[in-house]
C-alpha cells in the first residue's frame, strides 16, 4: 500500500508566495531617522522578485553564497526571501564581529555576492580587498546616511534601488528539492572559530510551522514582531519565514537599537510582540524606568535569548503588562508555563530556557557517556535532535560536536519530565573532544 | 553545498511520545452513562504500546490495515495513534454508512483486523461473514452497553481490555519512511462509490503542525477540544494528532451525541473549542434556547463543517460567547475573519468556508479549463495542491479527479485575493469526466 497524497515540497518560496498574496497587506516597518518606513509584504514580494532577477543577471546560479551584510530591514527582509526562493544561499554576515573574522566567514562561505547597508560601508570598505570570492558589492541606502563606499579593484559596486528598478515584479521560482541549502549562519561560543550550519528548505519551513504555534511564539496575522534578533544569529530565529508564513507584520529597527532609540521605534510601530537578546530587553527597562513617557502598551509579550534572566527582569516588564519569555536560540519553543501553573510555580517555569516542542527531542548525558534521568534535578550535557538541528558542520569535521545523531551542544542542563530545558553552564571544550574520542 | 541539518523523520510515533510523555497529564474525556471517563495521555501512550504489542501477536505487520469500528472515545484515540506508529495502516470505518458499503469498503481495503465498539456489535455481527480478509475482531468494552458479539466463524474475537492487560507499557516502535502509510479514509458524494485517501506520516504530521496554528484551530496545552466529528471522516480533521502534537486535551462524545447528552457532556467535560459537522451546531443550538439551564461557558469557539451558514447560527452562538467559524474538512484553515476585520466586513468572512495555509494552493478553473482570478467573484472548479491533498486514489483510477497534479474537489466556488474560499455548488459530475478526458 502506497500513500496516494501530492508530494508538494516543503520550500521558501511557498511562505514567499504565500505571504505576498494572501498577506499582502500585512506591512514591515523599518526604524528611521525621525520615523518609519512601512512596506506592504505585497511590495516585498515584488522586490524579492526582482532581486532575483537582477541576482541572476550578476551570475549568481543555485548552490552560489549571497552575503548581506545589513541590519534588520525591509531590505534584509526581501533578501532572506529571495536569496533561497531563487536557489542560491543566504549568508547574513554578523557586523558586529571584528573584521578579520568577517573576512574569514566570507571566504568559508565562500560568498560571491554581498548586499550591504550604507550605513555599513565604512565597516565593509576596508575588509573588502581581502574577500577574494566576492566579485558584486550591492549597497542599499534606504533610509541610509550618505556614506560613500570604498571600492578596492575588482569588486562592482551596485546601488540596490537602480539594480532592481524596472524589473519584473513575478520570478519563475524553480521547484527545489526540499533538502537543498537555503542558507548559512555560523555559531561560536568565542572559544573557537564558529562553525557553519547550512540550513534547508526543509528545515526553516518546519521550524516556521512549528515556532508559530500558540505555546511556542504564537503568531497570527494579528500580531506585529519587533525583530530585533538579526538573520546571522540561526536566520533570526526564523522570523522572516515565520512573518510570511502566518502573516504576522514586521517591525525592524535598522541600525537604532539603543534604548531610547528603540522605545521611540516601539511607541510609532506598535508590536505586539518581541524578540531580542536578553540585554536589549534589560537595557530597554532600564531606560524606560527613567522614562515616565516610555510607552510599550502595544506589546503583550516578548521573548529572551540569553540567561541568567533575573526574577527583576520579569517583573519589571509584568508590571508593565508585558510578559517575557525565555528562548533557547531556534532549537526549542520559549518557556511558556503550561496554563495550570501560577504564581510560584509558573515562575518556576519561566526561569527554564525553553521548551521541547514535538519535532525536537533532547537527552542529557553525564561525564561517563550514560543517559541522565530528565527529572529537572540531574545536570548533563544537552544534547539535541531534530529536523531543524545541525548534524555536521560546513567544511568543518568537529566529530566531537556530534554523536551517535545526536548534536552535542556542549551546555549543560536539566531537563523536567514535561520538557523545560533549564541550561545551567557550559561543558569544558577538553571534556567534549574526550567524549568524542571515546565515542 | 549541502544542507548541514539532522534528517529527522516526519513521523506520527514522535506526536504519540510526545503527548504521552511531555503532556502526560493531558487528558481524554469520554462520555459515559451517567458521565465521564477521564484517561490522562500517559495512559493512552502507554495502552498504545500495548496494543501494538498485541496487533503484532496477532500477526500484524508493516502496511497491514486495522479497521476500527468505533465511537469517538479514548480507546479510539489509542488506534489512531498505536496502528500507524507500529507501521500498520489505521481504517476508520464509518458506522453511519449502509452495511453493504461499510462490507465494500472492509474488503477494499483488505482491513485485517477489526477493532469495534461493544455497542455497534448489533450492526458489526451480520456484516462480519461477508467481510472476507478480517481475522479478528477486537471488542472494546468501556463504558460498553453488555451488547454480545455475533462471532461467525472463520473470525477471532478478543478482549479489548484482557488483549492488553498485562502487556509492556513500551514498544520499540520502527523508524519508518515518512511517505510511508499511516492511514485510509475513505469520501464520497453519495453519487458514486467512496473513494480511498491514503494518508502518511508526512500529510498527517504537516497537517498538525498547520492546523494547530494560532490562526487555523489555534490549539495549546491549555486547550481542550471536542471531538465530534469522527477519525473516518479526514481523520477527524486530525485532531487525535493535534492533541499529541500540542498537548491539547480532548472531550469525546462516544455514542452520546444527540442535543441534549452533548449539552451534558460539555457541561461535564468543560472543552474550550469544539469540531462537528455544521448539523451537530444547528441541533446543539435548538436544544440550549430552549434549555435554560444548558451551560456551554466553556466553549471559545466552535468549527463546523458543511453548508450553508446562515448568520442566524453564528448570531446564536456569538450570543453565548462561542464564535462559530466554518471549516471545510481538513483541507484549509477555518474561515478566521483577518484581525482587523470588524461588523459587516468580519461577517462576510465568516460565511466564507476557510481560508488557505500556507502549505495548500488553490486555483479556480472555468467550464473551458482556463484559470479564473482570484477576486471573491469569479465561480469556478475549486482545485487543490498541498502536502495534505490527494493525488490519487488507492486501488482506483478516477482520472477525471486529477489534473495536471491538482485535486478536482468538484466543487465550485470563489476565491478571495487574501486567500478566502467560499463554496457555492457541485459540478455536475459528467463535466468533470468531460474535463479529465480533454485534460
Redesign the interface.
Known amino acids: 500500500?502506497?500513500?496516494?497524497?501530492?508530494?508538494?515540497r516543503?520550500q521558501i518560496r511557498?511562505?514567499l508566495e504565500?505571504?505576498a498574496?494572501?498577506?499582502?497587506s500585512a506591512t514591515v516597518d523599518t526604524a528611521a531617522p525621525g520615523g518609519l518606513r512601512r512596506v506592504p509584504y505585497a511590495r516585498i514580494g515584488a522586490d524579492a522578485a526582482a532581486l532575483a532577477h537582477a541576482l541572476g543577471e550578476l551570475g549568481v546560479g543555485e548552490?552560489d553564497?549571497v552575503g548581506t551584510f545589513m541590519w534588520n530591514n525591509a531590505e534584509h527582509l526581501t533578501a532572506c526571501l529571495a536569496v533561497p526562493s531563487m536557489g542560491a544561499?543566504l549568508h547574513p554576515l554578523d557586523a558586529r564581529l571584528p573584521g578579520e573574522q568577517i573576512v574569514r566567514l566570507a571566504e568559508h562561505a565562500e560568498d560571491r555576492v554581498l548586499i550591504a547597508d550604507e550605513a555599513l560601508l565604512p565597516h565593509l570598505g576596508p575588509l573588502l580587498p581581502q574577500m577574494k570570492t566576492v566579485e558584486h558589492v550591492i549597497v542599499n541606502r534606504a533610509g541610509g546616511t550618505g556614506a560613500g563606499p570604498a571600492v578596492p579593484s575588482g569588486v562592482t559596486v551596485h546601488e540596490y534601488a537602480a539594480l532592481l528598478d524596472g524589473r519584473p515584479p513575478a520570478y519563475p521560482w524553480p521547484d527545489l528539492d526540499e533538502?537543498?541549502?537555503?542558507a548559512?549562519c555560523y555559531a561560536g561560543d568565542g572559544s573557537r572559530a564558529p562553525k557553519?550550519?547550512?540550513?534547508?528548505h526543509?528545515?526553516i519551513y518546519?521550524h516556521a510551522?512549528?515556532a508559530?504555534?500558540?505555546?511556542a511564539f504564537?503568531?497570527?496575522?494579528?500580531d506585529k514582531v519587533l525583530a530585533v534578533v538579526p538573520p546571522s544569529c540561526a536566520l533570526g530565529w526564523g522570523l522572516p519565514y515565520l512573518a510570511?508564513?502566518?502573516?504576522a507584520s514586521l517591525a525592524m529597527p535598522d541600525r537604532f537599537q539603543a534604548p531610547q532609540a528603540l522605545a521611540g521605534f516601539i511607541a510609532a510601530s506598535r508590536p505586539t510582540k518581541g524578540a531580542a537578546p536578553l540585554r536589549v530587553w534589560r537595557d530597554l527597562l532600564a531606560h524606560i524606568e527613567a522614562d515616565p513617557d516610555a510607552d510599550l502598551s502595544s506589546l503583550t509579550e516578548v521573548f529572551a535569548d540569553g540567561r541568567p534572566c533575573s526574577p527583576d527582569l520579569l517583573e519589571g516588564y509584568e508590571r508593565r503588562g508585558v510578559t517575557l519569555l525565555h528562548v533557547w536560540g531556534a532549537a526549542a519553543a520559549p518557556a511558556r508555563p503550561?496554563?495550570?501553573a501560577t504564581g510560584a510555580g509558573a515562575r518556576h517555569y519561566r526561569l527554564a530556557q525553553g521548551?521541547?516542542p514535538?519535532?525536537v527531542?533532547a537527552r542529557l548525558v553525564g561525564p561517563d557517556g550514560a543517559a541522565l534521568p530528565h527529572d529537572d534535578f540531574s545536570v548533563g550535557e544537552l544534547q539535541l535532535?531534530?529536523?531543524?538541528?545541525?548534524?555536521?558542520?560546513?567544511r568543518d569535521e568537529a566529530p566531537g560536536d556530534f554523536h551517535d545523531?545526536w548534536?552535542r551542544t556542549g551546555e549543560t542542563g536539566r531537563i523536567s519530565?514535561?520538557?523545560y530545558l533549564t541550561v545551567t553552564g557550559r561543558l569544558a571544550d577538553a571534556r567534549r573532544d574526550d567524549h568524542a574520542g571515546a565515542g
Chains 1, 2 share one sequence.
Open positions: 500500500m502506497l500513500s496516494t497524497m501530492q508530494d508538494a516543503l511557498r511562505l504565500h505571504g498574496a494572501l498577506h499582502a548552490g553564497r544561499v533538502r537543498a541549502p537555503a548559512i557553519g550550519v547550512v540550513h534547508s526543509r528545515s518546519l510551522l512549528s508559530a504555534m500558540p505555546d504564537g503568531l497570527s496575522s494579528g510570511f508564513l502566518t502573516g503550561p496554563a495550570d521548551r521541547l514535538a519535532s527531542q535532535r531534530g529536523p531543524w538541528i545541525a548534524g555536521s558542520y560546513h545523531g548534536l519530565p514535561d520538557g
